[in-house]
């Protein structure tokens, strides 16, 4: 069975908030800031070993999360050396007979921001967060994209673009989500960088419901 790529996407410099919710979440290698990152996302799922030996053996990058589902697999590999990380994307997608344009292009499936957050929305928001607290009174951003990987390097984006908290980054699964809080033009402009991030990949085509904004 031939293998899918849903999900490529490199991150040329990980912001401090963005490594450190990897590192909450990750099973293996703790991602540090300003390291670069790869993410793959593939179908089959159990195929993501095959995606994650070849780049080992092949380069000096460590995996910072591997995860296998029933649908599809996903691998996280991070590594100081922005060149490590462009060798293992290449080495990988070189070794299976695939390009960059294999990929599905990202589609943003819905975005909410939420102002003056009530306190029991926070509260009920920090329950489910592994990443910073939303506190009451601020402004709460989610947004909903597909496939589910391109959640990591929206989040990353949004913390380049304006001074925001990451609350909570899902990028593995049948959608990505990336929780933001903060003040309210701040929130804007990260949702603006994490928006124009998406657009900016080529791919397949991804067709599906247009995007709800709320």
């Known amino acids: 069975m031939a293998i899918e790529l849903r999900c490529f996407t490199y991150i040329d410099i990980l912001q401090p908030q963005t490594?450190?919710?990897l590192a909450t979440?990750?099973?293996g290698y703790m991602p540090l800031e300003r390291q670069a990152a790869l993410f793959f996302e593939v179908a089959p799922g159990m195929d993501i070993n095959i995606v994650t030996d070849i780049a080992l053996k092949r380069t000096s990058c460590t995996p910072g999360m591997q995860i296998?589902?029933?649908q599809f697999g996903c691998l996280q590999l991070q590594h100081y050396d922005q060149g490590q990380i462009r060798a293992?994307?290449?080495a990988v997608l070189t070794a299976l007979n695939l390009s960059e344009k294999?990929?599905?292009?990202?589609?943003?499936?819905?975005?909410q921001t939420i102002t003056g957050v009530h306190g029991y929305h926070a509260q009920i928001t920090n329950r489910m967060r592994h990443g910073n607290f939303?506190?009451?009174g601020r402004t709460?951003?989610?947004m909903e994209v597909h496939p589910a990987g391109y959640a990591l390097i929206a989040a990353n984006e949004a913390e380049k673009a304006a001074k925001v908290d990451i609350l909570e980054v899902i990028s593995f699964g049948a959608f990505g989500r990336v929780y933001l809080g903060g003040d309210e033009e701040e929130i804007k402009c990260a949702a603006e960088a994490a928006v124009a991030v998406l657009e900016s990949f080529d791919g397949r085509p991804n067709e599906g419901?247009?995007?709800t904004f709320y």
Do not use: I, N, Q, T
Request: proline letters at 6%; aromatic letters at 6%.
């Open 19 to 21: 490594a450190s919710f």
């Open 25 to 27: 979440v990750s099973r």
């Open 68 to 70: 296998v589902e029933r």
């Open 88 to 90: 293992a994307g290449e």
């Open 102 to 111: 294999d990929r599905l292009k990202p589609r943003l499936v819905s975005a």
């Open 134 to 136: 939303l506190d009451e």
């Open 140 to 142: 709460l951003y989610v």
């Open 209 to 211: 419901p247009g995007a």
